[in-house]
């Protein structure tokens, strides 16, 4: 009869109770991958099963605690992004490797834990950020080039590096004219904005959030209030670009003043304007993208941090559209 051998893995009980997860799904979720056992004795884990199973189960255990110590706030994404990725298994010697510390990079803490890259692609992402004052990000709905563009934002506007971070959005199903809506500015904006809201939101908290509001130096405005103004020692996050048009592209852009940084996000593949080729963020990377000092960061579904399944649904329209273009 084969012995099923075992390995401890000394851990503090909240370590363990972070890497376990929610009801335990975590490890459940490592037991699944590598054909292990997992328990919780205290103290600690242990691992059971053939050694390469183990090995690599360990590695993922220790690459999430290390996470933990960071303060990081785990997730599922990144316990499947461990169980995926090379880097995460043992080496011949049984010493453990971890994600690289780059494609971690810590932009803020957030009332939940550390906000930090979780791809390869995000961490280029936050190093055009870091590096260029106007990026141009590319990248389906899930694949964080809004919620780590705000992150970014709040980083420089907590370390008082700009004064304001402003954003803006185009309203195209309210075709910019937002008169007819009831109430003030923010009220009338805000309904476009629910996605950054809620980004600030869980960076900032509620009651910080609402401060930063009423001081300015957190602003909202539609894109047809921009006009004539120059932002300087800003940031200034243009969201949904590629429901922009060619004139509006060019006007928010030229609003960049002294010491100010912009970052330009949307999705090629989701233009609602009445004519695709009319799009102001498709033209501008046409025009801009390779100009000294601009940076463009191009995600794909394997940056998706959202149900395992959306990068799924991504992918498989973006076949679809290979095919009926001939692979353009």
Sequence with gaps: ????????????????????????????????????????????????????????????????????????????????????QPQAIADAEGSIQSVPNDSRNTVVMGRRGAIAAKTAGQAAYLRELAEKDLVFALGPAGSGKTFLAVAHGVSLLLSRRVDRLVITRPAVEAGER?????GDLNEKIDPYLTPIWGALDDILGPQVLAKKRESREIEVAPLAYMRGRTLSYSYVIIDEAQNTTRMQMKMILTRLGEGSKMVVTG?????????????????????LGKLKGVGVAELSADDIVRHELVARIVRAYDNEHRNAFGGS
């Design 1 to 84: 009869m084969a012995v099923v051998k075992e390995d401890f893995i000394p851990l503090s009980d909240a370590c363990v109770l972070a890497v376990a997860g929610p009801s335990e799904r975590y490890l459940a979720m490592i037991e699944g991958a590598f054909k292990v056992l997992i328990e919780m004795p205290g103290g600690g884990v242990i691992v059971s099963g053939d050694p390469r199973g183990r090995q690599r189960a360990k590695a993922v255990v220790a690459a999430l605690s290390d996470l933990y110590d960071k303060g990081v706030d785990i997730t599922e994404v990144d316990v499947r992004q461990l169980i995926e």
């Design 178 to 182: 937002l008169g007819f809506l009831p």
């Design 267 to 287: 999705d090629p593949s989701q233009i609602d304007l009445p004519n695709r080729g009319d799009s102001g963020l498709t033209h501008a990377m046409g025009l």
